[in-house]
Antibody, heavy 122, light 107 residues
Framework: QVQLQESGPGLVKPSETLSLTCTVSGGSIRSYYWNWIRQPPGKGLEWIGNIYHSGSTNYNPSLKSRVTISVDTSKNQFSLNLSYVTAADTAVYFC????????????????WGQGTTVTVSS | DIQMTQSPSSLSASIGDRVTITCRATQNIRTYLNWYQQKAGKAPNLLIYTASSLQSGVPSRFSGGGSGTEFTLTISSLQPEDFATYYCQQSYTTPRTFGQGTRLEIK
């Protein structure tokens, strides 16, 4: 049974870089899209971006200038870097697996990490 | 970007009720529409994928329908554990986008 676990600092200072890692256990990182999604306190879900095991990425245009997602297939991990953070980046950050269809389409995010809370504050 | 709009934003219902939530997309997404349930403090849980396919382990009282730009999630007989927030999400293209959520509360 595949499980995902987010890890990283819970507190980041404004203007610094938020870095999170998602570890995939119980299965291979190949053949799926691997996503980052966030949820500010009391609000809805916002898609940040995804990556395929080949390293191909897609990003939300609203965050694209600040986001980098990378994958380490040898460790079965993928990572999120979000630079120049502000208080608006305070959120619960989730990683999630998505079934991969043709031409970039997906089949729903069927496995999620428990989420990690990141607070941006000095 | 494809915008997803859910209605209603909140809903009060009783145990045993049949409820339907609607999700509309701003362009044709064929059947690349997924539904999630989220309970407080938890990650979302995939209920329905590609508009009408029931995810493994999800009770059969949940069903989905629609194609193109209009979709529905129906719960045939509400159970106590169904009171939660529901989100639709399109996976036709990137950026992936979610509806704003529908909060289902006990009447």
């Amino acid at each position: 049974q595949v499980q995902l676990q987010e890890s990283g600092p819970g507190l980041v200072k404004p203007s610094e870089t938020l870095s999170l890692t998602c570890t995939v256990s119980g299965g291979s990182i190949r053949s799926y899209y691997w996503n980052w999604i966030r949820q500010p306190p009391g609000k809805g879900l916002e898609w940040i971006g995804n990556i395929y095991h080949s390293g191909s990425t897609n990003y939300n245009p609203s965050l694209k200038s600040r986001v980098t997602i990378s994958v380490d297939t040898s460790k079965n991990q993928f990572s999120l870097n979000l630079s120049y953070v502000t208080a608006a980046d305070t959120a619960v950050y989730f990683c999630a697996r998505e079934g991969r269809g043709a031409e970039g389409k997906g089949y729903g995010m069927d496995v999620w990490g428990q989420g990690t809370t990141v607070t941006v504050s000095s | 970007d494809i915008q997803m709009t859910q209605s209603p934003s909140s809903l009060s219902a009783s145990i045993g009720d049949r409820v339907t939530i609607t999700c509309r997309a701003t362009q044709n997404i064929r059947t690349y529409l997924n539904w999630y349930q989220q309970k407080a403090g938890k990650a979302p849980n995939l209920l329905i994928y590609t508009a009408s396919s029931l995810q493994s382990g999800v009770p059969s009282r949940f069903s989905g329908g629609g194609s193109g730009t209009e979709f529905t999630l129906t719960i045939s007989s509400l159970q106590p554990e169904d009171f939660a927030t529901y989100y639709c999400q399109q996976s036709y293209t990137t950026p992936r986008t979610f509806g704003q959520g529908t909060r289902l509360e006990i009447k």
